[in-house]
C-alpha cells in the first residue's frame, strides 16, 4: 500500500445469516495481485480540488477501507472507479487495464464506451440508496443485470440469484416488490445484486447511512460474514469504525484529498500517529 500523498416487512434486520461459500469468483484468485491502482490522480469541482495527485493500491482479497472526514475525497474515489466522473489528471487501472484511458499505438487516449463497459463489469457496487426496480420483484432485481450485461441464460441467472439471495437470509422474500421490504432488506438485495455481477471488486458507498439505526446491524452482519468467510476484494467508505476493525486488512484515513495516515485498524483506530486522525477518530468513537 502506497501512502503518496419504507414498508413495513415483518423484521428488524437485527440478524443475519453466516455466509458460507464465496460470492464470486474472486475467491480462485490468488490473493497479493495488485487489483485497483490510483496513479496520481487529481479530482476537482470547479476551484475545489477532491483529491490531490492520489497514489494508492489494493491488492486482490484485501479489504481496504476509507475514513476521515466529510468531503476528503472518499466518495469521490468510488465513483471514479464506477466511471461516474473522470480525473482531471492521473491514471486508474483494474486488473491491469486502464479505466479511465485506452492504450492505441503506445499513446494513452480517451476509452472508448466499449472498453470503459469491459473494464467496469470488473467492479460492483452498493450505494448509499438501494436503486432497486421498484417495478421488479427480488428475484428479478438480482438476475436482471446479470442476464442484459453478462449475456448469462436465464436459468443460471435466475439459480446464482437464489444463491446469493439466500446468501443475504432473504430466500423467504423472493417474490416480494421492494416496496413491500424494509429498508434493510431493500439494502440486501442490493449487496446480492451487486455480487450476482460476479465482480473482482466489491464498492461499498456508506451502505448503512440511509437506515434507520435498528436495521444497520443487519446488514453489516450480512456484509462482515461475506468479507469474513470469502476472499472477496472490497473497498469501503464508511463512519462505522467497529465494522471498519473488524473486516479491514488496511485502513487509509483521508484529509482534504490526501492519505495522511495509513496502516492495519489495529494502529490506526489504537495508535494513529497523526494529529488529524486522532481528532476524527475522537469524534467518531
Given at each position: 500500500?502506497?501512502?503518496?500523498?419504507?414498508?413495513?416487512?415483518?423484521?428488524?434486520?437485527?440478524?443475519?445469516?453466516?455466509?458460507?461459500?464465496?460470492?464470486?469468483?474472486?475467491?480462485?484468485?490468488?490473493?497479493?495481485?495488485?487489483?485497483?491502482?490510483?496513479?496520481?490522480?487529481?479530482?476537482?469541482?470547479?476551484?475545489?480540488?477532491?483529491?490531490?495527485?492520489?497514489?494508492?493500491?489494493?491488492?486482490?482479497?484485501?479489504?481496504?477501507?476509507?475514513?476521515?472526514?466529510?468531503?476528503?475525497?472518499?466518495?469521490?474515489?468510488?465513483?471514479?472507479?464506477?466511471?461516474?466522473?473522470?480525473?482531471?489528471?492521473?491514471?486508474?487501472?483494474?486488473?491491469?487495464?486502464?479505466?479511465?484511458?485506452?492504450?492505441?499505438?503506445?499513446?494513452?487516449?480517451?476509452?472508448?464506451?466499449?472498453?470503459?463497459?469491459?473494464?467496469?463489469?470488473?467492479?460492483?457496487?452498493?450505494?448509499?440508496?438501494?436503486?432497486?426496480?421498484?417495478?421488479?420483484?427480488?428475484?428479478?432485481?438480482?438476475?436482471?443485470?446479470?442476464?442484459?450485461?453478462?449475456?448469462l441464460s436465464k436459468d443460471e441467472a435466475e439459480q446464482r440469484a437464489?444463491?446469493?439471495?439466500?446468501?443475504?437470509?432473504?430466500?423467504?422474500?423472493?417474490?416480494?416488490?421492494?416496496?413491500?421490504?424494509?429498508?434493510?432488506?431493500?439494502?440486501?438485495?442490493?449487496?446480492?445484486?451487486?455480487?450476482?455481477?460476479?465482480?473482482?471488486?466489491?464498492?461499498?458507498?456508506?451502505?448503512?447511512?440511509?437506515?434507520?439505526?435498528?436495521?444497520?446491524?443487519?446488514?453489516?452482519?450480512?456484509?462482515?460474514?461475506?468479507?469474513?468467510?470469502?476472499?472477496?476484494?472490497?473497498?469501503?467508505?464508511?463512519?462505522?469504525?467497529?465494522?471498519?476493525?473488524?473486516?479491514?486488512?488496511?485502513?487509509?484515513?483521508?484529509?482534504?484529498?490526501?492519505?495522511?495516515?495509513?496502516?492495519?485498524?489495529?494502529?490506526?483506530?489504537?495508535?494513529?500517529?497523526?494529529?488529524?486522525?486522532?481528532?476524527?477518530?475522537?469524534?467518531?468513537?
Amino acid at each position: 500500500m502506497k501512502n503518496d500523498g419504507s414498508a413495513t416487512a415483518g423484521d428488524t434486520d437485527a440478524t443475519a445469516p453466516a455466509a458460507s461459500s464465496a460470492p464470486s469468483e474472486s475467491s480462485s484468485r490468488a490473493a497479493g495481485k495488485e487489483l485497483v491502482r490510483f496513479d496520481n490522480v487529481t479530482k476537482r469541482f470547479g476551484d475545489v480540488t477532491v483529491l490531490d495527485q492520489l497514489d494508492f493500491c489494493v491488492d486482490t482479497g484485501k479489504h481496504v477501507t476509507l475514513i476521515g472526514p466529510s468531503g476528503s475525497g472518499k466518495t469521490t474515489i468510488l465513483r471514479l472507479l464506477m466511471t461516474l466522473l473522470t480525473p482531471e489528471e492521473g491514471t486508474i487501472t483494474v486488473d491491469g487495464q486502464y479505466l479511465t484511458h485506452e492504450e492505441r499505438n503506445g499513446k494513452l487516449v480517451k476509452p472508448s464506451d466499449k472498453h470503459v463497459r469491459e473494464v467496469r463489469k470488473k467492479i460492483g457496487m452498493v450505494f448509499q440508496h438501494f436503486n432497486l426496480f421498484p417495478n421488479m420483484r427480488v428475484l428479478r432485481n438480482v438476475m436482471e443485470a446479470p442476464v442484459h450485461v453478462l449475456g448469462l441464460s436465464k436459468d443460471e441467472a435466475e439459480q446464482r440469484a437464489k444463491e446469493l439471495i439466500e446468501l443475504v437470509g432473504l430466500s423467504e422474500h423472493l417474490d416480494k416488490y421492494p416496496s413491500q421490504l424494509s429498508g434493510g432488506q431493500q439494502q440486501r438485495v442490493a449487496i446480492a445484486r451487486a455480487l450476482a455481477m460476479r465482480p473482482q471488486v466489491l464498492l461499498l458507498d456508506e451502505v448503512t447511512s440511509a437506515l434507520d439505526p435498528e436495521l444497520v446491524a443487519g446488514v453489516l452482519d450480512v456484509l462482515r460474514d461475506i468479507a469474513l468467510s470469502t476472499d472477496i476484494t472490497m473497498l469501503v467508505v464508511t463512519h462505522e469504525m467497529s465494522f471498519a476493525r473488524d473486516i479491514s486488512d488496511s485502513v487509509l484515513m483521508f484529509d482534504k484529498g490526501k492519505i495522511v495516515e495509513s496502516g492495519s485498524p489495529d494502529k490506526i483506530f489504537s495508535e494513529p500517529e497523526h494529529d488529524r486522525t486522532k481528532e476524527f477518530l475522537a469524534t467518531v468513537l
